[in-house]
């Protein structure tokens, strides 16, 4: 008799090419809609579940791991960050959780020098003057801008993603600080010509500041009204990391008093944002709907590599790509 196929739900459609591994392995139920599963919906497909592929919007706890039973093998992440997810809950119970790390650092890293370009040469209210139907002359007065080329760049979090911006920065003969927890002894620039600094000189010398720091207790509404206080008042801010990193009430107090120049943020707090916020009623952000890693190519090695960790999970295998690898060092799993 055929085995029978592991029972798998992914809260999403994912592109194709994670997507039809999944459907060969396993016997895949797959989220249809656009929006993803409320909480109890997704905790009432949960049970009896071998595998499951959730996406970054999916809140994974302690009670939806506990609603699952005893048969989760493996929770695969389709992200490189994996703040939804209770990861210590996982541990507990010898669940692996993988994520998709590498594969959206240069993808994620160009979209924020977009972002902080978009933002530098007011490419968006341009597009809208002009839609508008206001551009009547050339004007030497109009649609001023700020420079980028020797500017000074504050890098928040100097891992894969804020290394990767460096490089881009050296292009433009940027100043490039940053601030990260492992900052090295020795403190002489690095090949990007980038030197670690506090937070506070950070702030206060960057014409240009882009966060790339993971969202844990510490980064939390790192920018608060304190820490926009101390920034240049020509200052602008690029998010592409996650959205509570900024307390999105300081952000605008900092925006509509002249704090701070101006914003461009990928992702919100909460996400997506409130038709209401106060924010879209500014015009010095810019704000685009989580799409940082929004590129063909790195969408589709995303779904592989979430394919890629969720089989594994399902073999038995030590995913390869691991958040806690810890589970294999403990008697709850089977490896």
Known sequence: MPMTKPKVFVTRQIPEEGARLIREFCQAEFWPENLPPDYETLKSKVPGLDGLLCLLTDTIDSSLMEAAGPGLKVISNHAVGYDNID?????????????????????????????????????????????????KTWDPMGMLGVDIHQATLGIVGYGRIGQAVAR?????????LYVDPACPQ??????????????????????FITIHTPLNEATYHLFDRELFSKMKPSAILVNTARGPIIDPDALYWALSEGVIAHAALDVTD?????????????????????????????????????????????????????????????????N
């Not at 541990?91 to 890293?109: S, Y």
């Open 87 to 135: 990861v210590p809950a996982a541990t507990q119970r010898g669940i692996p959780v993988g994520n998709t790390p590498g594969i959206l650092t240069d993808t994620t890293a160009d979209f924020a020098f977009a972002l902080l370009l978009g933002a530098a040469r007011r490419l968006v209210e341009g597009d809208q003057f002009t839609r508008a139907g206001k551009w």
């Open 168 to 176: 881009r920065a050296a292009g433009f003969e940027m100043q490039i």
């Open 186 to 207: 020795e403190n002489e620039p690095d090949e990007n010509g980038a030197i670690c600094v506090d937070l506070e000189t950070l702030v206060a010398r960057s014409d």
């Open 270 to 334: 909460p996400e997506p944002i409130p038709e209401a916020s106060p924010l879209l009623t500014l015009n010095n952000i810019i704000i685009t709907p989580h799409i940082a890693s929004a590129s063909q190519a790195t969408r589709g090695k995303m779904a592989l590599y979430a394919a890629h960790n969720l089989i594994a999970g399902l073999k038995g295998e030590r995913l390869p790509y691991c958040v806690n690898p810890v589970v294999y060092d403990s008697d709850k799993t089977s």
